[in-house]
Structures are given as structure tokens and as C-alpha cells.
Nanobody, 118 residues
Framework: QVQLVESGGGLVQPGGSLNLSCVTS????????MYWARQAPGKDLEWVSR????????GYTNAVKGRFTVSRDNVKNILYLQMNNLKPEDTATYFC???????????RGQGTQVTVAS
């Protein structure tokens, strides 16, 4: 079955960096756009970034442009999100998702918590 397992979250000071990973299995990774989404306390799940199957296209929500970089390893079937210059407003649970299905709990991982605070 489809499995996505995020890791790499934690507590970081403003201006710090984290690199999230998402190990996937159970589907043809190289045929799917992959997404990162996040949910802050009391807010809806929102799209953060996406990457095409062979990394030729990448997209970011305006709030993270220039600070976050999405990448993927199609040999290991792993999705990454490098997050630099983190801000308190980046505090959220971050999820990776297969395709644009991040609202479907069956198509995303369990999430990893990112907390940005001094």
C-alpha cells in the first residue's frame, strides 16, 4: 500500500534551517508530482511546494519562495524539503503527499512537526 513517512522536523530558532525527508513506498514514485503541505494550529492544510516527476518543474507558495527548496531522489524514492531562514509563522505540521492529494489522509504521511521559536 501507499506509504509516506516524514522526518526531520524539530524545534529551531528563527533564522535557522531544517531539512525534511519523506521516504515513500507502494507506488510508482517517478510517475507522480510530489507535494509538501503544512497545517498550522487552528488553520487549514495549505500547499507549500511541489515538484514534477523528474524535477524539471518546481513550485512554491509565496510565503516560502526564496527560503525553501524541494527536491527528490528517484532512485531512493525520497522527497526532501530544505527550509532556510525559518520564521515563527512557518510553525506547523508538515506533510508530504502523492500528487495534489494532500487533503486525503490516505495519500499523505503522518507529518513531522516544525516549531520555530526563540
Amino acid at each position: 500500500q501507499v506509504q509516506l513517512v516524514e522526518s526531520g522536523g524539530g524545534l529551531v530558532q528563527p533564522g535557522g534551517s531544517l531539512n525534511l525527508s519523506c521516504v515513500t513506498s507502494g507506488f510508482a514514485f517517478t510517475t507522480w508530482w510530489m507535494y509538501w503541505a503544512r497545517q498550522a494550529p487552528g488553520k487549514d492544510l495549505e500547499w507549500v511546494s511541489r515538484i514534477s516527476p523528474y524535477s524539471k518543474q518546481r513550485g512554491y507558495t509565496n510565503a516560502v519562495k526564496g527560503r525553501f527548496t524541494v527536491s527528490r531522489d528517484n532512485v531512493k524514492n525520497i522527497l526532501y524539503l530544505q527550509m532556510n531562514n525559518l520564521k515563527p509563522e512557518d510553525t506547523a505540521t508538515y506533510f508530504c503527499a502523492k500528487g495534489a492529494n494532500y487533503n486525503d489522509p490516505l495519500q499523505r504521511g503522518q507529518g513531522t512537526q516544525v516549531t520555530v521559536a526563540s
